[in-house]
């Protein structure tokens, strides 16, 4: 990852938009000229300093984060082979999703000047990733300085290593857990309360409101197209897992029929198979087992109680979006109902539910779309693309249209949003087992609390039901 000229931003007077645009699983856009091209990447040609758009770099930059599984040439796998695992194992189990987070926060701390606005967008899994990263700087905040005082480096070997320590030592050191809940988890919430705040005074990324200490900055507006539940496929993921095991079981199984002819074939295969298992076992430990660092009023027997192994199953438990966010928008798909791809939706406070601000832009909106999980968040050919026309419009005026809104270039962008528009079956002859997807419904008014957007009247009005 590179980041040029991003400390000389700073001569910049006024403040700007940091834009991070993170995709869906295998979606890396830009590769192909007549591509099938999300809504993600669709924003980011458009909003991004470039020869081809017309948006000023003092006024708005963007970082493209690939899709979990899209692992491309001259990326972190230089060998072919691997990187193919990589994403194989990506796609399937939620491998990478620390990395694509850590990348995504690396890229605001590196761009990032005092007053800017960070917009946040992304989908499915990356709307996964999105939200994540709202919640890494919910606790951390942006970094201003090094801990001894010293200006903040900001070369990409530094940036990352810092983006790595809040994301895996802060933010995953347990899940978004309910604050209801009570017993060992709350303790962990708490503890992972105090770990910010020490990371926060450490690098300067406090501020104080009404003697209220917090972190300095917060997404001024969240984007997300139909954000899943949980990272993986069951089965592929399952799959994969024991493959990995019967394998090594396989090389040890190989040396013992080995080892009586070919002695150093033999045991050349059993020290094979005794350091995969190490490599696995220690691959494990370092990525889910956690312990605070030392931290105030925390001594042996405490930090000692903290040891604990976080969840290896990705899941995003933490669906209430927090107060200090500005803006926040959510396209739901309505048609959607395969397993893997149950949605994850937003509970809002009271501060933001329903409220406007002085210009009538509604804080927050959770919205269903017509069509499956890609007609919302994109990821067809042109010619197919109607309905996803109708979600990206819809969030991209959200975005825009707020104070210090989205800047985008027009002239990149032509869209075609139609409520009669092909709507895609990805079961057909498939073997994703099917899931069923509720609409949330309000237990004492029985109503959505989530509303449908005109163009599914429309298209129920039509009585259109195709699908390809």
């Known amino acids: 990852m590179d980041w040029p000229l991003a400390h000389f931003w700073g001569w910049c007077a006024m ?13 890396a856009g830009g590769i192909n000229f007549d591509e099938a091209r999300t809504n993600v990447y669709k924003l980011y040609r458009v909003c991004r300093v470039g020869p081809d758009t017309k948006v000023e770099p003092s006024e708005q930059v963007a970082f493209y984060d690939a899709g979990l599984g899209s692992a491309s040439d001259g990326g972190h796998f230089k060998i072919g082979w691997m990187r193919w695992l990589y994403n194989l194992a990506s796609m399937a189990t ?6 694509n987070i850590v990348d995504c926060y690396a890229a605001i701390i590196a761009l990032y000047e005092e007053g800017d606005r960070v917009f946040l967008i992304g989908f499915s899994r990356g709307a996964y990733t999105i939200r994540s990263v709202a919640g890494v700087m919910t606790y951390c905040g942006v970094p201003r300085h090094m801990p001894d005082g010293s200006p903040l480096r900001r070369d990409p070997k530094s940036v990352h290593k810092l983006a790595e320590h809040a994301v895996k030592d802060v933010y995953q050191f347990c899940p978004s857990y309910s604050r209801k809940i009570l017993g060992y988890r709350q303790f962990l919430l ?22 209220a200490e917090r972190a300095n900055v917060f997404p ?68 889910y087992l956690k312990i605070a660092p030392s931290l105030p009023g925390y001594g042996f027997l405490k930090r000692l109680r903290t040891v604990h192994f976080a969840p290896p199953k990705h899941k995003f438990y933490d669906t209430t979006l927090d107060p200090n966010v500005g803006y926040a928008k959510h396209a739901i798909s309505i048609d959607e109902n395969r397993a893997d791809f149950k949605r994850v939706g937003w509970s809002p406070t009271v501060e933001k539910q329903d409220v406007r601000d ?107 039901g195709s699908s390809l």
Do not use: C
Not at 197 to 202: K, N
């Open 15 to 27: 403040p700007k938009n940091i834009v991070i645009f993170s995709d869906g699983t295998g979606q």
């Open 94 to 99: 939620g491998l990478g999703i620390t990395r």
């Open 220 to 287: 001024y507006f969240i984007g997300v197209f139909d954000t899943v539940a949980a990272l993986g496929h069951k089965y592929l993921g399952t799959a994969l897992v024991t493959s990995g095991i019967a394998l090594l079981i396989g090389v040890h199984w190989l040396g013992g029929f080995l080892q009586p002819v070919f002695p150093w074939a033999g045991w050349g295969a059993w020290i094979l198979s005794y350091l995969g298992v190490a490599a696995a076992l220690i691959a494990f430990l370092m990525n």
């Open 190 to 211: 708490e503890t992972r309360d105090a770990i910010a705040a020490q990371f926060r005074q450490q690098y300067g990324s406090s501020s104080t409101i009404n003697g």
């Open 358 to 464: 002085a210009h009538g832009n509604l804080y927050f909106e959770q919205v269903w779309f017509p069509g499956v999980h890609a007609d919302v968040g994109g990821g067809y050919l042109e010619n197919e693309a109607r309905l996803s026309d109708i979600a990206l419009n819809w969030l991209l005026a959200g975005a825009s249209l707020i104070p210090g809104g989205l800047k985008h270039d027009g002239s990149v962008l032509r869209l075609s949003p139609d409520p009669a528009g092909p709507q895609h079956n990805e079961q057909a002859g498939s073997f994703l087992k099917a899931g069923v997807r509720d609409l949330p419904i309000d237990p004492e008014t029985e109503e959505s609390r989530s509303p449908m957007h005109k163009s599914v009247y429309r298209r129920f009005r039509g009585g259109i």
